[in-house]
């Protein structure tokens, strides 16, 4: 049973395209985030949404834009995609906002060309 | 500024032995510190987190230690196994101008066990 799942798991592009990831939780959890991990494996946050509300914009471009439908479902698209955009994307999710424990997916291997 | 530094970057251990990764953190309102282990193509996986309430917590062969007043917490990985071999991860949670938490993450440390 996969706790948080990602769509797809790779995804190769050209430059100017746009794209979109999708990521499920079906742990009941309240908040989901999106990281982006770096070629030198760097985790950092982007965006985090609780109850479908959006709190935590990490001044990420205008061309990324999280959708969250319900609290199950946090998904990112990405417009207009660059060179630099290329990383692995993770979704999470935790019970809420703070010191909560956050399960991560298996995240989505974005290669822009 | 808001900072988790994580060292070593690289841990070479023969199998058996202990491991020590360790960071260091700067906002002193953080009160969670999760440790995270990343396979090669995979997920990080929480394996153990520690709250400021406490100084350690120990879960089989992994433990995790903090000193609050350094701003210190470390790893402790013993008898290891090939199979601890990944990259693993501290962070800590910071809080954000809006009274939120996120996790800041250290750089990483690659562990590879050797048999």
């Known amino acids: 049973d996969t706790a948080v799942s990602q769509t797809p798991k790779y995804l190769v592009t050209q430059m100017g395209n746009d794209k979109s990831i999708k990521c499920e939780q079906n742990l009941g959890h309240d908040t989901m985030y999106w990281y982006k991990q770096d070629s030198k494996k760097f985790l950092k946050i982007m965006f985090s949404?609780?109850?479908?509300?959006?709190?935590i914009n990490e001044t990420v471009p205008n061309r990324f834009s999280p959708k969250s439908p319900d609290k199950a479902h946090l998904n990112l698209h990405i417009n207009s995609l660059e060179l630099g955009d290329s990383a692995v994307y993770f979704c999470?999710?935790?019970?809420?906002?703070?010191?909560?424990?956050?399960?991560f997916g298996p995240g989505t291997r974005l290669t822009v060309t | 500024g808001e900072n988790v530094e994580q060292h070593p970057s690289t841990l070479s251990v023969q199998e058996g032995d202990s491991a020590v990764i360790k960071c260091t953190y700067s906002?002193?309102?953080?009160?969670?510190f999760p440790w995270y282990k990343q396979e090669l193509g995979k997920g990080p996986q929480l394996i153990i987190d520690?709250?400021?309430?406490?100084g350690e917590k120990k879960d089989q062969r992994i433990a995790v230690t903090l000193n609050k007043t350094a701003k210190h917490f470390s790893l402790h990985i013993t008898e290891t196994q090939p199979e601890d071999s990944a990259v693993y991860f501290c962070a800590a949670i910071i809080m954000t101008t809006d009274s939120w938490g996120k996790l800041q993450f250290g750089a990483g440390t690659q562990v590879v066990v050797t048999p």
């Open positions: 999470a999710s935790s019970q809420g906002l703070g010191a909560y424990e956050q399960y």
């Open positions: 949404y609780n109850n479908k509300e959006l709190i």
């Open positions: 520690i709250r400021s309430n406490v």
């Open positions: 906002d002193s309102a953080s009160n969670y």
